[in-house]
């Protein structure tokens, strides 16, 4: 954990004036999100002033696990899936508000929403794959290599006496 000390950025997002501290000082910096949380949580455990802090991660990286092959057949079958629900939603909401042929829009909205999802994704899948460009499917998530917990200069003494004094049982 690293010590108290004032830190050069001053944490003000523009436009985000809930994201800002005044005067924020690092109480650590730690190799994981769990680790941060863990101090968060022990200082509300203390009935610390919680709202005065932040976890700030930096050194931001995308990671990107591949998963697949994209084929047409894959991407249609998830489109139609996709559009069967949709079209099934819809034809909840006509049949709630509809005074005469309630059935007739359970059974075909779900099929019409089914087929253009299909469609579409047919002529997404044509241009999205030109060239072999993009033939695979992909989960992506952020990551930071470090996070450091923030807290505002006015109460940043109580918080690291609490956390000098271990862990709270």
Excluded at 53 to 62: K, Y
Excluded at 85 to 109: D, E, K, P
Excluded at 121 to 149: H, K, N
């Amino acid at each position: 954990m690293s010590t108290m000390t004032a830190t050069t950025d001053p944490t003000t997002i523009p436009g985000f004036p809930a994201l800002a501290l005044d005067y924020p000082m690092s109480l650590g910096s730690y190799a994981d999100y769990r680790h941060a949380q863990q101090v968060v949580d022990d200082l509300t455990d203390r009935g610390f002033p919680v709202e005065n802090l932040m976890i700030v991660g930096t050194d931001l990286r995308s990671m990107e696990r591949v998963t697949g092959r994209l084929t047409r057949r894959k991407l249609a079958a998830a489109a139609g899936l996709s559009g069967l629900w949709m079209g099934l939603f819809v034809g909840i909401a006509f049949a709630l508000f509809s005074t005469h042929g309630q059935l007739g829009f359970l059974i075909t909205t779900p099929l019409l929403g089914a087929l253009f999802g299909v469609i579409w994704s047919q002529l997404g899948f044509r241009a999205a794959t030109r060239g072999g460009a993009r033939d695979f499917v992909s989960i992506t998530q952020m990551t930071a290599s470090r996070y450091e917990v923030l807290v505002e200069h006015h109460v940043a003494a109580q918080a690291h006496q609490l956390l000098a004094a271990g862990p709270h049982r």
